[in-house]
T-cell receptor, first 113, second 114 residues
Framework: AQSVAQPEDQVNVAEGNPLTVKCTYS??????LFWYVQYPNRGLQFLLK??????LVKGSYGFEAEFNKSQTSFHLKKPSALVSDSALYFC???????????FGAGTTVTVRA | ETGVTQTPRHLVMGMTNKKSLKCEQH?????MYWYKQSAKKPLELMFV???????ENNSVPSRFSPECPNSSHLFLHLHTLQPEDSALYLC?????????????FGPGTRLTVL
């Protein structure tokens, strides 16, 4: 079985400050890890993924995430948040031997000007 | 979102109606998916198709019936739905269901069951 936990329903930051969205996961084997973002009335947009190799992954719009196997975490970060980063963020995991992609419940990010 | 289209974008139906949701991907992908998104809950995988063959029916009630006539099109046929089926239904595609490829999502159909 596999699962994802996003412990914060909501994250509020000021524009220009660092942004972190937390994600922990559970899989029986080795994971593929993903972050998606959803803007109002839109589908999910892919941000970045960890497949193998370097634990620090860089993605779209200045986002990055660090894979930490010992802590089973894959937190999303951005050094300087923008108001336009306000959206709903989803972490997802898939066991390499499974077809099913499991999502967290999502974290709403609000960046205030 | 670009590359995967869904119609209609909004649908209101009664419990006795029959309707269909349509998804089309223009990316040349071989795998397509239906998800249900309800407020404050994780996305629920409903169906997976690979090269027009159903890989998984994830314990979905029979009032939801998928159809994949070719690798570019995916339908979700709806009949005798319940109010709790009201949600955003998302279609996605990927090059393959295997490997580490990301999925590309459509904008969704907002379904309201009265």
């Amino acid at each position: 079985a596999q699962s994802v936990a996003q412990p914060e329903d909501q994250v509020n930051v000021a524009e220009g400050n660092p942004l972190t969205v937390k994600c922990t996961y559970s899989v029986s084997g080795n994971p593929y890890l993903f972050w998606y973002v959803q803007y109002p009335n839109r589908g999910l947009q892919f941000l970045l993924k960890y497949i193998t190799g370097d634990n620090l992954v860089k993605g779209s719009y200045g986002f990055e995430a660090e894979f930490n196997k010992s802590q089973t975490s894959f937190h999303l970060k951005k050094p300087s948040a923008l108001v336009s980063d306000s959206a709903l963020y989803f972490c997802a995991v898939r066991d390499r031997d499974d077809y099913k992609l499991s999502f967290g419940a999502g974290t709403t990010v609000t960046v205030r000007a | 979102e670009t590359g995967v289209t869904q119609t209609p974008r909004h649908l209101v139906m009664g419990m006795t109606n029959k309707k269909s949701l349509k998804c089309e991907q223009h990316l040349g992908h071989n795998a397509m998916y239906w998800y249900k998104q309800s407020a404050k809950k994780p996305l629920e995988l409903m169906f997976v198709y690979s090269l027009e063959e159903r890989v998984e029916n994830n314990s979905v009630p029979s009032r939801f019936s998928p159809e994949c006539p070719n690798s570019s099109h995916l339908f979700l046929h709806l009949h005798t739905l319940q109010p709790e089926d009201s949600a955003l239904y998302l279609c996605a595609s990927s090059p393959s269901w295997q490997g580490g490829q990301e999925q590309f999502f459509g904008p969704g159909t907002r379904l309201t069951v009265l």
